[in-house]
C-alpha cells in the first residue's frame, strides 16, 4: 500500500457512512484481502464439501478457503475431519484431487500424514537423529455438518456451527427447504475477475433484477420491491421472493412446478459467502458459494441436488435457468469491479430502502476488519 494503512483512516472508525458502500479500495487492495483472511475467513464457518463427497472411510476432498488449501478427510474410524492441506516439511500441497485413499502422501519428497492428520513416516527418516513427527502433523481445522452440508472452521474456539446457523437453519424449515435424500447432479465452477464482496452483494438484492434479469428471473417471479422481502439476522440475510401468480407467467415452463401451490422461493444468506435456494416442485437445492482467490479474482462454486423423484427435464429446466441468470450476474459483476479497480470514485452511493442488504452485508465486513465484530 503507497500511503499507509487505508484501514486506520477515518472511514474505518466508528461504523459505516450511512448511505455509503465500503471504500471502493477494500474492493481491489491485497493487503485489504490479506486482512480479510485472517478476520473473516479464518474466523467464519465455511461451507467446504458435501457430505456425500465424503461417505466411505478413506475419501478425501481438497478445496480451498480464501485460496488457502484445506482437505477434508473420513478416517478408519469413521471420524470426519479437517486439515491445512500443506505438508509441514516444504510446503507443498498433500493432497491434490479428491480420490478414496489410506493415508495422505506428499507427493514432493513422500512424507506420510494418515486420515487422521499425524505424520507417519518421513523419507529417508532414519537417517535423522532425533526426529520427533508428533510434532509435524497438519494443522486441524473444526469440521462440523448440517443437512448435506460440510463445513469447516479456522478457529478452534469459534461459536459452534449451531449458533453460527440459527437464522439460516429458522428459514430453511419455515419454507421446508429439503435438506435429506438429495444426491449431487451438478456442479459448475468458475473464475472470474472481481472481488468476492461484489459478488455476493450481488447475490443479496434483486434491484437489479427488472434491469439485468427481465428476460430470466423476471419472467418466472416477481421483480418489484414489494415481491423480495428480506430479513437480517445476526450473521444470516434471509430472503425470499415471490414466483410470479399463474395468470402473469409467460408460456413455456418454468423452473418449477406449474401447479405448485407455494407463492415465494427462500434464499437464506450465511456469512460470509453462502447461499442456497429451493424452487418448488421434486425437491431441488441450488448452493451458491464464491471462494475468494485474491483481491480481484474470485471463483464461483454452483451445486445442484435432487431427489431421486425429480425426472431430467425438471433438472435441466432449473440448470439452464440458473446458467442464465448467472451468466447475467457475471456481466455485471465483471463490470463493477472494472468500475471499482478505475480508481476514479472513493465510494458508491446505497439507497436506504432498495440497497438494504448490501448496507447489512457491508456492515458486517466493517465491523470484521476494523475489530468491531459483534460476537467476539
Ligand atoms: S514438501 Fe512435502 S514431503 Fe517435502
Ligand atoms: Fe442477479
Known sequence: MADGDILARP?????LQRGATLPFEWYRDP?????????????SWQYAALLEQLGEPGDTVPTSVADIPIVLARGKDGELRAFVNICRHRGHLVVPDAG??????????GWIYGLDGCLKAVTRGRLEENLDTSQWGLLPLQVDTWGPFVFVNFDLDARSLREWLRPVMDSARRARVPLDGLSLW?????????????????TLECYHCPTIHSETIGKWLKVTHDAFRTSCDDYGIISEQDLQPPGRRPSGSPPYDPETNETCVPLPFLWPNFQFTSFPGPRNLMVFTFRPVSSDRTIGCFQYLFGD???????????????????EDLSAVESVQRGIDSGILPYGHLLPVSDITTQYFDDLVHAALTGKDRNR
Open 309 to 327: 423423484e425429480a425426472d431430467e427435464d425438471f433438472r435441466q429446466r432449473i440448470c439452464d435457468f440458473s446458467d442464465q441468470f448467472g451468466s
Open 31 to 43: 493487503a485489504v484481502f490479506e486482512r480479510e483472511r485472517e478476520l473473516i475467513f479464518k474466523r
Open 11 to 15: 472511514e474505518s472508525s466508528g461504523g
Open 186 to 202: 451438478k456442479e459448475t465452477e468458475f473464475e472470474f475477475r472481481a472481488n468476492w464482496k461484489v459478488a455476493v452483494e450481488n
Open 100 to 109: 478414496n485413499r489410506s493415508s495422505l502422501r506428499c507427493p514432493y519428497h
